[in-house]
């Protein structure tokens, strides 16, 4: 079994009900924390798993709104570790790039705590291994292999496929229907798909928002996707705009359904999905 865990449903604008883009995937005592949107950690502790419990950090992409609290993992991981304990952050090419900024911009921080904890001293210790299609080199019982999207101009953007005694998750970050993603989810047992409901955005007139509509999915492309694949339960995140609190989603899942027959799960911040076989 591997349990999916909806950390944050949210979007780039700012929602007191949702936090940024981040997914869990937990199998067994492996943790895997699927981008690092707004108020990860805050999530995190509300599901019961601190940054020291994470396998690794995995992102899709260097959008603001996924690694907007990448900072906050690596502090928090380095915080409450009482001895060296690497944190590995898994991503596309840029991301050491990206984590050497990070670490340059807590460089106060870190100064400030060494000096005050006689026990704490050595800065963030952070492994960044950059990927781009294939399998994902990481320690433990699940295996990992990723593959491009498309998400363009952001390029470039990955999906990927968490494998563990026989069940098989496919977490993909912002994207349009690819190649990519229909290899990488082919007979999964489920997929995490970021979605936009382009039927009301396209209503919107400021073109910035229209903008969007060319480099995410609809809930109905998802449902595509995840009919091609053969996947058994799609489940949607990201919501743009915002699904209001007490609101099931119940159109967002009939957009999906037209197109794909298994189960479609939709859900606040912290809904769990167990998928098994």
């Given at each position: 079994m591997i349990a999916v865990t909806l950390l944050g449903t949210g979007s780039p604008m700012p929602d007191p009900n949702r936090a940024g883009p981040a997914t869990l995937v937990s199998a067994g005592d492996e943790h895997y924390l699927v981008d690092a949107g707004r108020s990860v950690?805050?999530?995190?502790?509300?599901?019961?798993?601190?940054?020291?419990?994470?396998?690794?950090?995995?992102?899709?992409?260097?959008?603001?709104?996924?690694?907007?609290?990448?900072?906050?993992?690596?502090?928090?991981?380095?915080?409450?570790?009482?001895?060296?304990?690497?944190?590995?952050?898994?991503?596309?090419?840029?991301?050491?790039?990206?984590?050497?900024?990070?670490?340059?911009?807590?460089?106060?921080?870190?100064?400030?705590?060494?000096?005050?904890?006689?026990?704490?001293?050595?800065?963030?210790?952070?492994?960044?291994?950059?990927?781009?299609?294939?399998?994902?080199?990481?320690?433990?019982?699940?295996?990992?292999?990723?593959?491009?999207?498309?998400?363009?101009?952001?390029?470039?953007?990955?999906?990927?496929?968490?494998?563990?005694?026989?069940?098989?998750?496919?977490?993909?970050?912002?994207?349009?229907?690819?190649?990519?993603?229909?290899?990488?989810?082919?007979?999964a047992d489920a997929l995490v798909h970021t979605v936009i409901r382009k039927d009301v955005i396209e209503q919107i007139p400021v073109q910035r928002m229209r903008d969007t509509l060319d480099y995410h999915s609809s809930p109905a492309e998802a449902g595509q996707t995840a009919a091609r694949a053969g996947v058994g339960t799609l489940v949607l995140t990201h919501y743009v705009p915002a699904i209001p609190p007490g609101d099931p989603g119940d159109d967002w899942r009939a957009l999906a359904a037209a197109h794909f027959d298994g189960r479609v799960e939709i859900g606040d911040d912290l809904h769990r999905i167990e998928v098994t076989p």
């Open positions: 950690m805050m999530r995190m502790a509300a599901a019961g798993v601190g940054a020291p419990n994470l396998s690794a950090v995995v992102l899709t992409h260097l959008h603001s709104d996924h690694i907007t609290d990448l900072n906050d993992v690596i502090t928090t991981r380095w915080v409450m570790t009482f001895e060296p304990t690497p944190l590995t952050i898994v991503g596309p090419v840029g991301t050491r790039a990206a984590v050497d900024h990070l670490l340059e911009f807590l460089g106060p921080d870190i100064s400030y705590r060494i000096a005050h904890h006689d026990d704490l001293d050595h800065p963030p210790p952070v492994e960044v291994i950059e990927v781009a299609d294939g399998p994902v080199d990481l320690p433990g019982a699940v295996t990992i292999t990723c593959a491009p999207t498309d998400h363009r101009p952001v390029e470039p953007s990955i999906g990927y496929h968490f494998d563990h005694d026989g069940v098989a998750v496919v977490a993909a970050g912002d994207t349009v229907p690819c190649e990519g993603l229909d290899r990488l989810s082919a007979g």
